[in-house]
T-cell receptor, first 113, second 117 residues
Framework: QQKVQQSPESLTVSEGAMASLNCTFS??????FRWYRQHSAKGLEVLVS????GEKEEGRFTAHLNRANLHVSLHIREPQPSDSAVYLC?????????????FGKGTLLTVTP | NAGVIQTPRHKVTGKGQEATLWCEPI?????VFWYRQTIVQGLEFLTY????????DSGMPKERFSAQMPNQSHSTLKIQSTQPQDSAVYLC???????????????FGEGSKLTVL
């Protein structure tokens, strides 16, 4: 069964400094990786999806995937206080006739002015 | 595009009562997913449908929980004889497609918060 772990549990950065979040997964056949964020009591907002090793940029959000190391990361360039939220990593094998995402427990990001 | 619509946003039930949660997926999306979110467990997969057919219900508690998708415009999650441990936010999501190498993006509703007293 897929295990997804995120680190750190919480992270505080100053406005404008780079924020880096990590996610490890257990199933080496995984091929769908998503980063979402969730503001308090709100739904999930998709940030970036990545399907192959390397880098994928969406605005200020960049995902890096290294499947050999079972690792995917999210980097937030020039974070703003409005980026303060819980960031969730989601992983799927996306193969065969079944597709479901397994989520990590999230990293709480706080961006201070 | 109104997004995924979930009703009710908040529901309070007494122990032993039934709760039904509704989800209207984004028009044209063929896959519908249900997740449960708690502080302790985080987001847990419950079940999903493709073109209204159940594909995977491996996350559903075997007793008391059931999900249906009678038509392409809505899905329901029913919990019978609710227990305090069922208290959670139940999230519905839909996707344009769920197959192929670059599967469709999952779009989530804002959730239904269930409180069982």
């Amino acid at each position: 069964q897929q295990k997804v772990q995120q680190s750190p549990e919480s992270l505080t950065v100053s406005e404008g400094a780079m924020a880096s979040l990590n996610c490890t997964f257990s199933d080496g056949t995984s091929n769908n990786f998503r980063w979402y964020r969730q503001h308090s009591a709100k739904g999930l907002e998709v940030l970036v999806s990545i399907f192959s090793d390397g880098e994928k940029e969406e605005g200020r959000f960049t995902a890096h995937l290294n499947r050999a190391n079972l690792h995917v990361s999210l980097h937030i360039r020039e974070p703003q206080p409005s980026d303060s939220a819980v960031y969730l990593c989601a992983v799927s094998t996306g193969g065969g006739s079944n597709y479901k995402l397994t989520f990590g427990k999230g990293t709480l990001l706080t961006v201070t002015p | 595009n109104a997004g995924v619509i979930q009703t009710p946003r908040h529901k309070v039930t007494g122990k032993g009562q039934e709760a039904t949660l509704w989800c209207e997926p984004i028009s044209g999306h063929s896959a519908v997913f249900w997740y449960r979110q708690t502080i302790v467990q985080g987001l847990e997969f419950l079940t999903y449908f493709r073109n209204q057919a159940p594909i995977d219900d491996s996350g559903m508690p075997k007793e008391r929980f059931s999900a249906q998708m009678p038509n392409q415009s809505h899905s329901t999650l029913k919990i019978q004889s609710t227990q305090p441990q069922d208290s959670a936010v139940y999230l519905c999501a839909s996707s344009y497609r769920d197959w192929g190498p670059n599967t469709g993006q999952l779009y989530f509703g804002e959730g239904s918060k269930l409180t069982v007293l």
